[in-house]
């Protein structure tokens, strides 16, 4: 009898042991010693990762990364960028060489379930359209019938523009490419008559055009494209610390918390969860093992969710994007950030 409770005890604490094992993870133990985020981001797209004239990386994506190194570190510059074309980068974040992919990634079943990684959480609602020029008399993707489509290797669009046309009984030609710098080129050279790709990603491309009102996009859209970050599977402390990270983000925007303001509502609230949310109570931050002002510091030299599409991506940007479904829940797009307590 004794043996046998024994034994169960051990059974328990065994599997006691593989839980706490499968629960603690490599990834964030490795950022810390490091003293530095490594960030997979696109190789050049305006509104999402794009350097300036002086060189620096800006965009959502990239402001994503520095939120998340201020987190961290609370200090923007304490990570490292690297590009990765659409087919190099699940190979990339699964070997390692990054330690999040936030970039342009559209949040599948398939990826989600047999890359060996974890798509974490929608930030950025986006639809596959097509890009057309101005005169070529179409005005949708129906009159495509035999068309010429430039796409990039590796995307969904691919499989997106190849169900279309399949399912809609027409012919097309696919080019693929590997940037985006290089289907735009051949988009204007006229090697294809449309570029397939996500509306977000057609706006940028378009705006970066010598002469953007050439190109039409149609309106239609063939898919949903949400776009999430992107971690290693099995490693469930770091896979957290990124969602409740993009979620502090939104629930910022909700609770009217921005980087002007954040301080005078970490003194001044009296709301229970703006108090957790901004680390007057630590909990969130012991949860996540990180300051109880991580979340605060982000917002502060980041911006909340709002203030992060407006300077990259917005209206008043040359991509020029509205909020739509990137609005919050409340005004009627498809944020809804989860409770914070
Ligand atoms: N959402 C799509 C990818 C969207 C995307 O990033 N597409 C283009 C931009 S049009 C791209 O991959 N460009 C490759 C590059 O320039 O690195 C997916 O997850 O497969």
Redesign the pocket.
């Given at each position: 009898m004794k043996s046998g409770f024994l034994a169960v005890t051990a059974l328990l604490a065994a599997l006691f042991a593989g839980q706490r094992a499968a629960e603690a993870g490599p990834t964030l133990d490795a950022v810390k010693a490091r003293g530095q985020l490594v960030c997979g981001i696109?190789?050049?797209?305006a509104g999402?990762a794009l350097p300036d004239a002086r060189g620096t990386w800006q965009g959502m994506d990239v402001d994503l990364c520095r939120g998340l190194a201020v987190a961290l570190f609370n200090d923007p510059n304490k990570v490292r960028f690297q590009?990765?074309?659409?087919s190099t980068r699940f190979t990339a974040l699964g070997s390692g060489e990054v330690d999040v992919l936030f970039?342009?990634?559209?949040h599948?079943m398939l990826?989600d379930v047999t890359l060996g990684l974890r798509a974490v959480t929608p930030y950025f609602y986006?639809g596959h359209g097509f890009m057309v020029r101005a005169n070529s008399g179409i005005s949708k993707a129906a009159e495509m019938a035999g068309a010429t489509i430039c796409l990039?290797q590796?995307?969904?669009?691919?499989q997106v523009t190849a169900d279309f046309f399949r399912s809609n009984n027409l012919q097309f030609t696919p080019v693929l490419?590997?940037?985006?710098?290089?289907?735009a080129g051949a988009l204007q050279n006229n090697r294809c008559d449309s570029?397939g790709?996500?509306a977000s990603?057609?706006a940028?491309?378009r705006a970066s055009m010598p002469s953007p009102s050439d190109w039409t996009i149609l309106s239609e859209r063939f898919s949903k494209?949400p776009?999430g970050p992107y971690v290693r599977r099995g490693d469930d402390e770091w896979f957290d610390l990124v969602r409740w990270y993009v979620n502090a983000l939104m629930e910022a925007e909700e609770q009217g918390i921005t980087s002007a303001n954040v301080d005078e509502m970490k003194e001044k609230a009296t709301n229970p969860n703006t108090r957790r949310l901004l680390g007057v109570t630590p909990e969130l931050g012991q949860a996540l093992k990180l300051d109880p002002a991580w979340a605060a510091n982000a917002i502060k030299k980041m911006g909340n969710y709002a203030e992060i599409y407006d300077r990259t991506m917005g209206p008043a940007t040359p991509v020029g994007l509205a909020r739509g479904p990137n609005e919050l829940w409340t005004k009627g797009g498809l944020l809804y950030p989860l409770p914070m307590r």
């Open positions: 696109h190789t050049g797209i999402f590009p990765l074309s659409s970039r342009t990634s559209t599948t990826r986006d990039i590796g995307t969904t669009n691919e490419f590997e940037r985006t710098d290089q289907a570029f790709t996500d990603q057609l940028a491309t494209e776009y």
